[in-house]
């Protein structure tokens, strides 16, 4: 089983088109892919065909068997897991990663968590092989609130893979080209890969879908298998 | 399931020296891509927030931190 | 009607009928006015039809019919009739009717043998091909069996054995060899045994081409020097008109010839027979123990155009910047290029005098530069980015490594290509020596430097004096200079810098001149054959190098030799003309085919005569001249980046080739001529003669199709590429791309689907560098389906650097320099050289000056109309309506 978190360093950063793109990127590959939507906003079924107004989610839900009714499948064939309206006050999204793990087929599945922007890292329960995606955008907030995402990090003992993810990268803006490139050879865990701005990531989620299907030849289309090659590399290389 | 992890994107990302390097060179030849150190000190001076951070964080010595095999 | 008219129409009146008289005058006006025959002419042949008729019914059906069958059987009798030149032509069509079998054959009828022979033909090809695969399914089993059979250990075990260490044995084994070998190629045959001794060797050799490996080359080239020494010592021994003096000298001048072109034979398969195909080594992955490395990119005259993308290319080579420092030494001494040098930040460094071209001022560079090492690159090779990572390691693998040098590639076509057309269909010349010949060298430890595109060690540079200064190519007599102080040379066959070829033929041939005249003062200042420091390997790749520019004459000579037999009848080879035919055409067949097989990749058959005979007369005098005294003559610069603007032919440089295949022409009508005049003793070895002479027809002719000077339309090159991209569009899609081609403002590519963008939309296209990605502002300048043209805007400094660095510099950027050729195949070349011939015949005609224009226009009139009194065998079928 193989879990990855994305998270927005903070919010605004793109990071439910990050997750819902690269869920349908892995599964081009036939994978199997499970998203577990951590995020009170519950957008991320709008990026994979839910219906605007379905609102129960895992979290009005007491226990993980009835949330399991919530699971829905895309027609790429991604499962899925809306958050819901929060209703039940007992649900923790601490507890739906733990019984993830025992839904039958979790082996060799891949499980995204799209993360709210406002819990930190460390407050989620992650095992060595566990991959966290910290999505950044380049500006000079992201430098100062990575550096301070490092310093946390360090302090606390990191133990996971944990990587920062630029999204939105616009290489006509001479900040952003020269922030890349002072993190690419100065910023420790700085993922080797950006995603680059595309109109199609956007437009897409008007059409409830996502830019991988909705336009096959574009940029966005190509970062998406670059990021989630680079994720099976990764993850080939926890197992060995 | 290793198709993907061998597969490279091919926009963009594609090195030309992954080129030459699978012509000539083979999976153990060391191409290092060198820094442009003298660019990015300019843009630390350019921008005094970056400034600020950069100098803040030599004073406190920091480690960097790296994951199991980064690249 | 007019008073003559009326006189005679009263007067016939009374001889005959109103009728008649009519159809007289009918008649008449007919002939005069619509068949143009003269006047007596249309007023008698009235009157002859009126005879006829008087025996012969000639109603309208039947003159119809005659006329049809008049028409059919001299089809080429032109309007109107009664003209000399178509009396000749009824009498000359009568007597062939006549003599000659005229089948009247439909059309149907003669595609239906048409087809039955080409089936005859192709029925036959069918059981050759089928013989042939035979056979080399045959070799290739045979030879397979001898390397895996188990038997084969015994073989392996006796070839490890440590016998061979024995010094004694190995020189006792080597003599013996050596003593075979001498038996072999001296033994007189007869002609029966020659001629089976031959066929088998070529039967050998013929099944050998399509069995990959080495041994299996070095059999075919074993079995080419075995061939090669008989026919030459075969040559010396039995051939030779002692009684002739005039056959004797010019005979002995072939010979010379011939041992010239069996030396540079043996010395090249020596040379090319085991390339060694040198990879590159991995630096440290500390950069802090890189070398410093200085770049040279001398400069004289050439535009700063020209020399702007290689400076900047230099800049962005992967090296660390304090460790790299970039000079243009400008011999010109120009503002703008100081100007540019402060712009983007290199060095730029003059001296007082121009002393010594390059070479002085490379030197003068030297005293005040301190790197440890030197990378030269001449004003237009455009570094690639991995230049200098995929070259330093050798230095720092072995300290006694003093050069690397690298491929002279070309983005533009040489004048060959241009004026031929054939850019990347067929290798250019230079692709012979970078691809193979200094491959083979670097075997030997004999590469030598080339100028441009390579690294130098400093230390070992002074330590000979700086770069040589006594002759015109300094590059190799430093090579040279350093070999002999000990040190080694290194060659890596991975293009990583690309330039722009001469622009026309004469500057090309005058770059080539000054190579041969630097060649020959080398060997007569510091030959290589003597004197210390080299090893007897080196001498010989030396050698080779060196004769190869003295070439001049015994190409001229091979190109005249048949016409002594023709115009002299100077027996220049004395033997019958079986003994020839079995001696020169196996030989000439087994070298071919086994040149094929070395080179076959870098250079096509029979290309390499046309290049040697573009050359041969301009090499001739400078070498000359050199090798007798070596400090005469002028060192003239090879111009580079100039434009030629119109089509033309460039009569000055093509005089040579020209009158030497007048020369040739006029042989062999003569030979015609005496094949059907002259004594038939002698038939067999004037067709030999004259099929030697109408290849060099062919041969020149492609010659002269060089100096067709074809127009340069760009001022900037277009180079093909194939790497991905991006374009971003206004309304913020992207579109993945391909770069086609590009260009140093522009760039061409491809789309995967149809896009629907328009000329003069504003586009941003995105192009990496390694894991940088850079943004350029572009419009649309042409568009079709599928394919894209942009050009840049707004092109500052920093954006120039980035494009520059995103196309010219890429690390694959010319890695393709070989990969469009395929293998020789050598009668699908000489078809090549062949139709090019034929163009230059065509352009000669085409570009003659107007002096000779109506001197042509008449000889071409007359010959068509003494083709057109010839009888024509009638084609249509017969129908009688």
Same mark, same amino acid.
């Given at each position: 089983?193989?879990?990855?978190?994305?998270?927005?360093?903070?919010?605004?950063?793109?990071?439910?088109?990050?997750? /819902?793109?690269?869920?349908?990127?892995?599964?081009?590959?036939? $994978? #199997?892919?499970?998203?577990?939507?951590?995020?009170?906003?519950?957008?991320?079924?709008?990026?994979?065909?839910?219906?605007?107004?379905?609102?129960?989610?895992?979290?009005?839900?007491?226990?993980?068997?009835?949330?399991?009714?919530?699971?829905?499948?895309?027609?790429?064939?991604?499962?899925?897991?809306?958050?819901?309206?929060?209703?039940?006050?007992?649900?923790?999204?601490?507890?739906?990663?733990?019984?993830?793990?025992?839904?039958?087929?979790?082996?060799?599945?891949?499980?995204?968590?799209?993360?709210?922007?406002?819990?930190?890292?460390?407050?989620?329960?992650?095992?060595?092989?566990?991959?966290?995606?910290?999505?950044?955008?380049?500006?000079?907030?992201?430098?100062?609130?990575?550096?301070?995402?490092?310093?946390?990090?360090?302090?606390?003992?990191?133990?996971?893979?944990?990587?920062?993810?630029?999204?939105?990268?616009?290489?006509?803006?001479?900040?952003?080209?020269?922030?890349?490139?002072?993190?690419?050879?100065?910023?420790?865990?700085?993922?080797?890969?950006?995603?680059?701005?595309?109109?199609?990531?956007?437009?897409?989620?008007?059409?409830?879908?996502?830019?991988?299907?909705?336009?096959?030849?574009?940029?966005?289309?190509?970062?998406?298998?670059?990021?989630?090659?680079?994720?099976?590399?990764?993850?080939?290389?926890?197992?060995? | 399931?290793?198709?993907?992890?061998?597969?490279?994107?091919?926009?963009?990302?594609?090195?030309?020296?992954?080129?030459?390097?699978?012509?000539?060179?083979?999976?153990?030849?060391?191409?290092?891509?060198?820094?442009?150190?003298?660019?990015?000190?300019?843009?630390?001076?350019?921008?005094?927030?970056?400034?600020?951070? +950069?100098?803040?964080? %030599?004073?406190?010595?920091?480690?960097?931190?790296?994951?199991?095999?980064?690249? | 009607?007019?008073?003559?008219?009326?006189?005679?129409?009263?007067?016939?009146?009374?001889?005959?009928? %109103?009728?008649?008289?009519?159809?007289?005058?009918?008649?008449?006006?007919?002939?005069?006015?619509?068949?143009?025959?003269?006047?007596?002419?249309?007023?008698?042949?009235?009157?002859?039809?009126?005879?006829?008729?008087?025996?012969?019914?000639?109603?309208?059906?039947?003159?119809?019919?005659?006329?049809?069958?008049?028409?059919?059987?001299?089809?080429?009798?032109?309007?109107?009739?009664?003209?000399?030149?178509?009396?000749?032509?009824?009498?000359?069509?009568?007597?062939?009717?006549?003599?000659?079998?005229?089948?009247?054959?439909?059309?149907?009828?003669?595609?239906?043998?048409?087809?039955?022979?080409?089936?005859?033909?192709?029925?036959?090809?069918? @059981?050759?091909?089928?013989?042939?695969?035979?056979?080399?399914?045959?070799?290739?089993?045979?030879?397979?069996?001898?390397?895996?059979?188990?038997? +084969?250990?015994?073989?392996?075990?006796?070839?490890?054995?440590?016998?061979?260490?024995?010094?004694?044995?190995?020189?006792?084994?080597?003599?013996?060899?050596?003593?075979?070998?001498?038996?072999?190629? #001296?033994?007189?045959?007869?002609?029966?045994?020659?001629?089976?001794?031959?066929?088998?060797?070529?039967?050998?050799?013929?099944?050998?081409?399509?069995?990959?490996?080495?041994?299996?080359? @070095?059999?075919?080239?074993?079995?080419?020097?075995?061939?090669?020494?008989?026919?030459?010592?075969?040559?010396?021994?039995?051939?030779?008109?002692?009684?002739?003096?005039?056959?004797?000298?010019?005979?002995?001048?072939?010979?010379?010839?011939?041992?010239?072109?069996?030396?540079?034979?043996?010395?090249?398969?020596?040379?090319?027979?085991?390339?060694? %195909?040198?990879?590159?080594?991995?630096?440290?992955?500390?950069?802090?123990?890189?070398?410093?490395?200085?770049? !040279?990119?001398?400069?004289?005259?050439?535009?700063?155009?020209?020399?702007?993308?290689?400076?900047? /290319?230099?800049?962005?080579?992967?090296?660390?910047?304090?460790?790299?420092?970039?000079?243009?030494?400008?011999?010109?001494?120009?503002?703008?290029?100081?100007?540019?040098?402060?712009?983007?930040?290199?060095?730029?460094?003059?001296?007082?005098?121009?002393?010594?071209?390059?070479?002085?001022?490379?030197?003068?560079?030297?005293?005040?530069?301190?790197?440890?090492?030197?990378?030269?690159?001449?004003?237009?090779?455009?570094?690639?980015?991995?230049?200098?990572?995929?070259?330093?390691?050798?230095?720092?693998?072995?300290?006694?490594?003093?050069?690397?040098?690298?491929?002279?590639?070309?983005?533009?076509?040489?004048?060959?290509?241009?004026?031929?057309?054939?850019?990347?269909?067929?290798?250019?010349?230079?692709?012979?020596?970078?691809?193979?010949?200094?491959?083979?060298?670097?075997?030997?430890?004999?590469?030598?430097?080339?100028?441009?595109?390579?690294?130098?060690?400093?230390?070992?540079?002074?330590?000979?004096?700086?770069?040589?200064?006594?002759?015109?190519?300094?590059?190799?007599? #430093?090579?040279?200079?350093?070999?002999?102080?000990?040190?080694?040379?290194?060659?890596?066959?991975?293009?990583?810098?690309?330039?722009?070829?001469?622009?026309?033929?004469?500057?090309?041939?005058?770059?080539?001149?000054?190579?041969?005249?630097?060649?020959?003062?080398?060997?007569?200042?510091?030959?290589?054959?003597?004197?210390?420091?080299?090893?007897? /390997?080196?001498?010989?790749?030396?050698?080779?190098?060196?004769?190869?520019?003295?070439?001049?004459?015994?190409?001229?000579?091979?190109?005249?030799?048949?016409?002594?037999?023709?115009?002299?009848?100077?027996?220049?080879?004395?033997?019958?003309?079986?003994?020839?035919?079995? !001696?020169?055409?196996?030989?000439?067949?087994?070298?071919?085919?086994?040149?094929?097989?070395?080179?076959?990749?870098?250079?096509?058959?029979?290309?390499?005569?046309?290049?040697?005979?573009?050359?041969?007369?301009?090499?001739?005098?400078?070498?000359?001249?050199?090798?007798?005294?070596?400090?005469?003559?002028?060192?003239?610069?090879?111009?580079?980046?100039?434009?030629?603007?119109?089509?033309?032919?460039?009569?000055?440089?093509?005089?040579?080739?020209?009158?030497?295949?007048?020369?040739?022409?006029?042989?062999?009508?003569?030979?015609?001529?005496?094949?059907?005049?002259?004594?038939?003793?002698?038939?067999?070895?004037?067709?030999?003669?004259?099929?030697?002479?109408?290849?060099?027809? @062919?041969?020149?002719?492609?010659?002269?199709?060089?100096?067709? $000077?074809?127009?340069?339309?760009?001022?900037?090159?277009?180079?093909?590429?194939?790497?991905? /991209?991006?374009?971003?569009?206004?309304?913020?899609?992207? @579109?993945?791309?391909?770069?086609?081609?590009?260009?140093?403002?522009?760039?061409?590519?491809?789309?995967?689907?149809?896009?629907?963008?328009?000329?003069?939309?504003?586009? $941003?296209?995105?192009?990496?560098?390694?894991?940088?990605?850079?943004?350029?502002?572009? !419009?649309?300048?042409?568009?079709?389906?599928?394919?894209?043209?942009?050009?840049?805007?707004?092109?500052?400094?920093?954006?120039?650097?980035?494009?520059?660095?995103?196309?010219?510099?890429?690390?694959?950027?010319?890695?393709?320099?070989? $990969?469009?050729?395929?293998?020789?195949?050598?009668?699908?070349?000489?078809?090549?050289?062949?139709?090019?011939?034929?163009?230059?015949?065509?352009?000669?005609?085409?570009?003659?000056?107007?002096?000779?224009?109506?001197?042509?226009?008449?000889?071409?009139?007359?010959?068509?109309?003494?083709?057109?009194?010839?009888?024509?065998?009638?084609?249509?079928?017969? %129908?009688?309506?």
């Amino acid at each position: 089983m193989k879990k990855i978190f994305v998270k927005g360093i903070k919010g605004g950063t793109g990071t439910t088109s990050v997750v /819902a793109n690269l869920a349908c990127a892995l599964r081009k590959s036939h $994978e #199997t892919v499970y998203v577990i939507d951590l995020d009170p906003k519950s957008d991320i079924g709008l990026h994979l065909g839910l219906a605007w107004d379905h609102l129960l989610g895992w979290s009005d839900y007491a226990d993980f068997a009835s949330a399991s009714e919530q699971f829905h499948q895309d027609n790429d064939g991604v499962t899925f897991l809306p958050y819901g309206s929060g209703s039940n006050t007992k649900s923790s999204f601490k507890d739906i990663i733990n019984h993830c793990q025992q839904l039958h087929d979790s082996d060799d599945a891949w499980f995204l968590f799209d993360c709210p922007a406002h819990i930190n890292a460390l407050e989620y329960p992650l095992d060595p092989e566990d991959i966290f995606l910290e999505v950044i955008n380049c500006d000079a907030i992201c430098h100062s609130l990575m550096y301070k995402q490092l310093n946390f990090l360090k302090q606390s003992g990191s133990s996971w893979q944990h990587y920062f993810l630029t999204n939105r990268f616009n290489s006509a803006s001479e900040l952003e080209s020269d922030l890349l490139q002072l993190w690419q050879s100065e910023l420790p865990l700085f993922a080797p890969l950006y995603i680059n701005k595309d109109e199609a990531i956007m437009e897409a989620t008007a059409f409830r879908n996502v830019a991988i299907n909705c336009a096959p030849y574009s940029v966005a289309n190509d970062d998406f298998e670059t990021l989630a090659g680079w994720l099976v590399s990764r993850a080939n290389n926890n197992e060995s | 399931m290793n198709d993907l992890a061998l597969k490279k994107s091919t926009v963009l990302t594609k090195n030309d020296i992954d080129n030459l390097l699978r012509q000539f060179g083979g999976k153990n030849q060391g191409y290092i891509e060198i820094v442009d150190v003298e660019k990015n000190r300019q843009t630390i001076d350019k921008y005094p927030l970056i400034k600020d951070i +950069a100098l803040s964080i %030599k004073d406190t010595q920091q480690d960097k931190l790296f994951n199991k095999s980064t690249y | 009607m007019k008073l003559p008219e009326r006189i005679i129409k009263t007067c016939l009146g009374f001889l005959f009928t %109103k009728k008649i008289t009519r159809f007289v005058f009918f008649k008449f006006h007919g002939y005069f006015n619509q068949h143009k025959i003269s006047l007596l002419g249309a007023f008698i042949l009235p009157f002859l039809v009126l005879f006829l008729s008087l025996f012969i019914k000639l109603d309208k059906n039947r003159k119809n019919l005659i006329k049809q069958k008049l028409k059919y059987f001299y089809p080429h009798v032109t309007r109107p009739v009664v003209t000399p030149s178509n009396c000749v032509r009824i009498v000359l069509q009568s007597i062939y009717l006549a003599l000659f079998n005229t089948t009247t054959t439909s059309q149907a009828q003669i595609s239906y043998e048409q087809r039955k022979t080409w089936r005859k033909i192709k029925h036959s090809l069918r @059981i050759l091909r089928l013989v042939d695969k035979k056979l080399v399914r045959a070799f290739k089993r045979l030879w397979l069996f001898a390397k895996t059979n188990p038997s +084969a250990e015994s073989y392996q075990r006796i070839s490890k054995a440590e016998i061979w260490n024995n010094r004694i044995l190995k020189i006792a084994f080597f003599t013996i060899l050596i003593f075979a070998v001498a038996v072999f190629v #001296t033994v007189p045959f007869s002609i029966e045994a020659q001629a089976v001794f031959i066929s088998l060797l070529l039967i050998v050799a013929y099944s050998l081409r399509r069995v990959e490996g080495q041994m299996a080359t @070095i059999t075919m080239i074993t079995l080419a020097v075995t061939t090669s020494t008989r026919y030459l010592w075969w040559r010396y021994t039995d051939t030779l008109n002692w009684d002739d003096p005039v056959a004797l000298a010019l005979g002995i001048g072939l010979l010379l010839a011939e041992s010239y072109a069996w030396l540079v034979l043996i010395l090249g398969f020596f040379q090319t027979i085991n390339p060694l %195909k040198r990879k590159p080594l991995p630096l440290n992955e500390d950069t802090s123990t890189w070398p410093t490395v200085d770049i !040279y990119i001398p400069t004289y005259n050439e535009p700063l155009s020209v020399v702007k993308p290689t400076t900047i /290319a230099a800049q962005s080579i992967d090296w660390p910047a304090d460790k790299l420092n970039i000079y243009i030494l400008d011999d010109g001494k120009r503002p703008e290029f100081a100007e540019f040098a402060r712009q983007i930040g290199v060095g730029y460094l003059t001296r007082s005098d121009n002393n010594h071209a390059k070479a002085g001022n490379m030197n003068q560079a030297m005293k005040v530069t301190q790197g440890e090492y030197i990378a030269i690159f001449d004003c237009d090779h455009i570094p690639a980015r991995s230049f200098l990572q995929m070259t330093m390691g050798q230095f720092l693998n072995d300290s006694k490594v003093c050069l690397v040098q690298t491929p002279h590639h070309f983005f533009s076509a040489d004048p060959f290509e241009r004026n031929l057309k054939n850019h990347r269909k067929i290798p250019n010349e230079n692709m012979l020596f970078y691809g193979l010949i200094q491959d083979g060298n670097d075997m030997w430890d004999a590469t030598f430097f080339c100028g441009s595109c390579a690294v130098l060690r400093r230390s070992a540079l002074e330590e000979i004096g700086g770069f040589a200064v006594e002759t015109v190519t300094e590059d190799a007599h #430093t090579a040279l200079r350093m070999q002999r102080a000990g040190y080694k040379t290194t060659y890596i066959n991975i293009p990583q810098a690309a330039g722009l070829a001469t622009d026309s033929l004469s500057a090309h041939v005058g770059q080539r001149i000054r190579w041969a005249r630097g060649m020959a003062q080398i060997f007569r200042l510091d030959n290589p054959l003597f004197g210390k420091g080299l090893n007897i /390997a080196q001498r010989l790749c030396y050698l080779n190098a060196m004769l190869h520019f003295l070439s001049g004459i015994p190409r001229i000579v091979f190109l005249t030799a048949p016409l002594a037999l023709i115009y002299f009848n100077a027996q220049i080879i004395y033997a019958p003309f079986v003994a020839i035919f079995l !001696y020169i055409v196996p030989t000439l067949l087994q070298v071919k085919i086994t040149n094929s097989r070395i080179q076959g990749k870098y250079r096509y058959s029979f290309w390499g005569e046309v290049y040697e005979s573009v050359l041969a007369w301009y090499i001739l005098k400078p070498t000359t001249v050199a090798l007798i005294n070596p400090n005469k003559g002028k060192f003239n610069v090879t111009e580079k980046g100039g434009l030629n603007d119109t089509d033309h032919y460039d009569w000055t440089i093509s005089r040579p080739y020209i009158i030497l295949l007048l020369i040739n022409v006029i042989g062999m009508t003569y030979g015609v001529f005496r094949l059907f005049f002259g004594d038939t003793s002698q038939i067999g070895v004037l067709i030999i003669s004259m099929l030697w002479a109408s290849y060099n027809v @062919i041969i020149l002719g492609a010659a002269v199709a060089v100096a067709a $000077e074809a127009k340069q339309v760009r001022s900037s090159h277009r180079i093909k590429a194939n790497f991905p /991209a991006a374009i971003r569009l206004a309304n913020g899609h992207t @579109i993945k791309v391909k770069i086609t081609d590009y260009s140093d403002n522009g760039v061409g590519l491809e789309t995967e689907h149809s896009h629907l963008c328009r000329v003069n939309d504003k586009v $941003e296209l995105l192009m990496s560098r390694g894991f940088k990605q850079y943004s350029f502002a572009t !419009y649309i300048c042409n568009t079709r389906d599928k394919q894209l043209g942009l050009t840049l805007r707004d092109l500052d400094l920093e954006k120039q650097k980035a494009f520059i660095q995103c196309t010219f510099s890429r690390a694959d950027a010319w890695l393709d320099w070989q $990969e469009n050729f395929k293998h020789d195949k050598p009668s699908y070349s000489f078809s090549n050289v062949f139709y090019t011939s034929l163009r230059g015949f065509k352009n000669l005609i085409f570009h003659a000056p107007n002096e000779l224009r109506p001197v042509i226009v008449f000889v071409s009139q007359v010959l068509y109309f003494v083709a057109s009194l010839l009888p024509k065998k009638p084609t249509k079928a017969f %129908k009688p309506s």
